[in-house]
């Protein structure tokens, strides 16, 4: 690969918090008289009222590809299951991710290799299945004068390290047969790609979306050059991430994943679209005709364990391996790797009905 230089690193973080309650209170059959049905009810009514929700906080990028999280919590899916979820919003889930390693955060998402690089130096991490994926979600942003493939040999090309953009391009290098030592690799958090194209300190920005679409408005002449479902080349997946919390106790974890499955299936609805438009467009900052597109045209939220899972990883470490990474070297058997970093049965315990 070629020269390899890093340009900004910084994250934007915004973190809420709500605590809930759940009450309710009821009454059995047989007659109560006077004052001890009253007294009844309040006893009763405070016993369940008091019951606290287990707390579960969600690492969320600000991108579509979380929109399942998102209405998940707002819509309070997760209270039938004994959960207030939160979130802690991020630029990228790369960057959230790291919340969750540290244990700031339960449950995060995003590509392949940005948990793998980071399960790989250590972190407790683990892969509890698949939300949401697309192939229209990343794509390749270039000048008017960028037309063919080929065109992107001798260019300065911006990414975000560690996310699907490095599988990307990667893979779309070996696809058309390209040059790389003629190609710059530069590292841009995604936030910041805009910017450094218009000021020319990168030719081409390997970019998902919202980010995308506001570049496209932002940097006059601009268009996308393709995008990563494109012939089937490389889909991108949110996987989802738990933390060590959720791991240590399944039955939690299990009801997280029953709330997620609700928020999935919610956004899903088109009976719904309206509202989740509303909802997420709050959330990303967005109008509400661009989330609606990004939940109907562009992604697809279903959670589930796919055939691919394992396969989709080995894809992430044979190009994480083009950049020398040195953590690589300490896995000796990936097999054993795998079955401490791959945890089906999370799921499976959650919805055997998947399997």
């Not at 019951?51 to 399942?68: C, I, Q, R, S």
């Not at 990343?138 to 490095?166: C, M, R, Y």
């Not at 050059?225 to 299990?254: E, K, W």
Request: glycine share 10%.
């Amino acid at each position: 690969m070629g020269e390899i230089d890093n340009i900004g690193s910084g994250l934007s973080r915004v973190l809420t918090r709500r605590q809930w309650l759940m009450g309710a209170a009821a009454v059995g059959g047989g007659a109560v008289l006077g004052g001890g049905l009253l007294e009844a009810c309040a006893t009763q009514a405070s016993s369940i009222g008091s019951t606290k929700l287990d707390e579960v906080t969600f690492a969320v990028g600000a991108d579509p590809g979380y929109f399942h999280y998102i209405v998940a919590i707002k819509k309070q899916l997760l209270k039938p299951y004994g959960i207030n979820g939160t979130s802690s919003f991020f630029s990228t889930g790369s960057d959230a991710l790291d919340s969750v390693l540290t244990g700031t955060s339960d449950v995060g998402g995003g590509g392949e290799l940005s948990s793998l690089v980071r399960r790989l130096k250590g972190g407790k991490i683990y892969t509890v299945g698949r939300g949401a994926h697309s192939g229209k979600h990343l794509g390749i942003v270039v000048h008017a004068n960028v037309k063919t493939p080929s065109d992107l040999e001798g260019k300065k090309i911006g990414l975000q390290f560690g996310t699907s953009a490095q599988n990307y391009i990667q893979l779309y290098q070996q696809e058309y047969a390209l040059n790389a030592s003629k190609m710059q690799i530069i590292n841009v958090d995604a936030a910041s790609q805009a910017a450094a194209l218009s000021r020319g300190d990168i030719d081409v920005s390997v970019i998902w979306e919202p980010w995308r679409d506001k570049m496209l408005q932002i940097v006059p002449g601009t268009h996308v050059l393709a995008l990563s479902g494109d012939n089937g080349l490389y889909p991108v997946n949110i996987d989802m991430y738990f933390g060590q919390r959720l791991i240590n106790n399944q039955d939690l974890g299990a009801r997280a994943l029953k709330g997620i499955i609700a928020g999935a299936k919610w956004i899903s609805d088109p009976a719904n679209i309206a509202e989740a438009s509303a909802i997420t467009s709050a959330a990303i900052k967005v109008d509400a005709a661009t989330a609606k597109s990004y939940i109907q045209k562009i992604w697809t939220y279903n959670v589930e364990w796919p055939g691919d899972m394992q396969s989709m990883f080995d894809v992430a470490v044979t190009f994480d391996k083009t950049l020398k990474d040195k953590s690589l070297d300490q896995v000796t058997n990936w097999n054993t790797f795998y079955a401490d970093f791959l945890r089906p049965d999370e799921l499976k315990k959650a919805a055997p009905y998947l399997f």
